[in-house]
T-cell receptor
Framework: AQKITQTQPGMFVQEKEAVTLDCTYDTSDQSYGLFWYKQPSSGEMIFLIY??????QNATEGRYSLNFQKARKSANLVISASQLGDSAMYFC????????????FGAGTRLFVKA | KAGVTQTPRYLIKTRGQQVTLSCSPI?????VSWYQQTPGQGLQFLFE???????NKGNFPGRFSGRQFSNSRSEMNVSTLELGDSALYLCASSLRDSLTDTQYFGPGTRLTVL
């Protein structure tokens, strides 16, 4: 079975500082994809970043980077230079062949950025 | 390029009724997935369609059904609504049905069952 665990229900960060949101996963697949999404209070899920299981380099997209540690099965999201608009719910997700290509999501981490 | 659109955005129904939600994917995307999001259960996968075929189904009762049309637009239907069906229903589209394709989400339909 596949599982995503996000152990931080809520986190606070000061504006302009960096923050790391934790994500660990469990899968028997050799090939899988890892995704992070942001969900503001409006409800829409916004894609942030993708990491493939065979990608040797950590993915980066602007202020977002993914700290991928395959042996530890972790895929932490790092947001640099936090902005007030980063306050939202963040979801880690995985898509694998063992799960029939279903995407499963973690419980999410609510991030609060303080001015 | 227009994003994923979902209609209606808000819906109020009573127990026992049925409801149909619609999703139009990004142009060129052939895969559409549906998710239910509730405060208690989080985001749960409902089903996925690719080229008009249901490829995957989540652990939901048969009251939940869906279909995809030849233009990739998708509908989901919930019959005999229960109070517990109140949720945000999210639709996501991707180019193909593969591990690497990113799913892009619509704004969701917020269903309230009274």
């Amino acid at each position: 079975a596949q599982k995503i665990t996000q152990t931080q229900p809520g986190m606070f960060v000061q504006e302009k500082e960096a923050v790391t949101l934790d994500c660990t996963y469990d899968t028997s697949d050799q090939s899988y994809g890892l995704f992070w999404y942001k969900q503001p209070s409006s409800g829409e899920m916004i894609f942030l970043i993708y990491q493939g299981s065979y990608d040797e380099q950590n993915a980066t997209e602007g202020r977002y980077s993914l700290n991928f540690q395959k042996a530890r099965k972790s895929a932490n999201l790092v947001i640099s230079a936090s902005q007030l608009g980063d306050s939202a719910m963040y979801f880690c997700a995985m898509r694998g062949s063992a799960g029939g290509f279903k995407t499963i999501f973690g419980a999410g981490t609510r991030l609060f950025v303080k001015a | 390029k227009a994003g994923v659109t979902q209609t209606p955005r808000y819906l109020i129904k009573t127990r026992g009724q049925q409801v149909t939600l619609s999703c139009s994917p990004i142009s060129g995307h052939r895969s559409v997935s549906w998710y239910q999001q509730t405060p208690g259960q989080g985001l749960q996968f409902l089903f996925e369609y690719f080229s008009e075929t249901q490829r995957n189904k989540g652990n939901f009762p048969g009251r939940f059904s869906g279909r995809q049309f030849s233009n990739s637009r998708s509908e989901m239907n919930v019959s005999t609504l229960e109070l517990g069906d109140s949720a945000l229903y999210l639709c996501a589209s991707s180019l193909r049905d593969s591990l690497t394709d990113t799913q892009y989400f619509g704004p969701g339909t917020r269903l309230t069952v009274l």
